[in-house]
């Protein structure tokens, strides 16, 4: 069993997610997954790399500090500390100036709630509320890896996040408005006898 350890970042926001349905890239097989942009020298930033340290301590006992900056230099780790760019070697919205974090799950959905701290069951709602630029709590599962196939790495899963109801949609379309979106602002019908 992979040695982990469970912690927990603030106010992040979310980029990529793949939340209400896995998702297949390449040849890797579908999964739950996002993308979080960490501010360098944050407390979030911090709190990942002691999570890191200690994991690969405790799986590498007297090598785990060595076997860990060996692969945070090789980037075999779910932390990267570089800016994310795309295939013109631009920041991605959100990434410039920052370090990011890699979330996977391979079998198991992540848990979401709401600014409420209610459970959100519904896919069509996960994805409506937990869209790329959403601001989140993310309760994540640092864990080691070292078997033949894979080699050694250091990953991490997604638990599960709170939506703190701000952001912006930085994804853009792609749904379309019910009409509980409007309601507040329709104009309410006039009645039959006010026409004549």
């Keep these: 069993m992979a040695t982990n350890k469970q912690i927990r970042i603030k106010n992040v926001l979310l980029c990529f ?7 297949q890239y390449g040849d890797s097989d579908p999964a739950y997954g996002a993308k979080f942009p960490i501010v360098p020298n944050s407390e979030n930033h911090k709190a990942i790399e ?13 090598r785990g500090a060595s076997v860990y900056e060996d ?14 760019k ?20 391979s079998k198991t959905q992540p848990t979401v709630y709401n600014q409420y701290n209610e459970k959100v069951d519904s896919n069509a ?3 409506r509320i937990a869209h790329s630029g959403a601001i989140v709590h993310a309760s994540l ?15 991490c899963s997604l638990r599960g996040i709170l939506v703190t109801g701000e ?14 979106d409007v309601a507040d602002v329709a ?7 006010d026409l004549l």
Excluded: C
């Design 71 to 84: 692969l945070v230099s090789k980037e075999k780790t779910a932390f990267v500390k570089r800016v994310y």
């Design 141 to 155: 599962e640092i864990w080691a890896q070292d078997n033949p196939k894979y080699g050694r790495r250091l990953n």
């Design 17 to 23: 997610p793949n939340i209400a349905e896995p998702q």
């Design 187 to 193: 104009k309410a019908k006039a009645d039959a006898d």
């Design 86 to 105: 795309d295939k013109d070697s631009e920041p991605y919205q959100g990434f410039a100036g920052m370090h990011y974090l890699s979330v996977r799950n």
């Design 50 to 62: 002691a999570a890191m340290l200690e994991v690969a301590k405790e799986e590498w006992k007297d």
């Design 125 to 127: 709602e996960i994805e």
């Design 167 to 180: 952001g912006e949609n930085l994804g853009g379309g792609g749904s379309t408005a019910s009409a509980d």
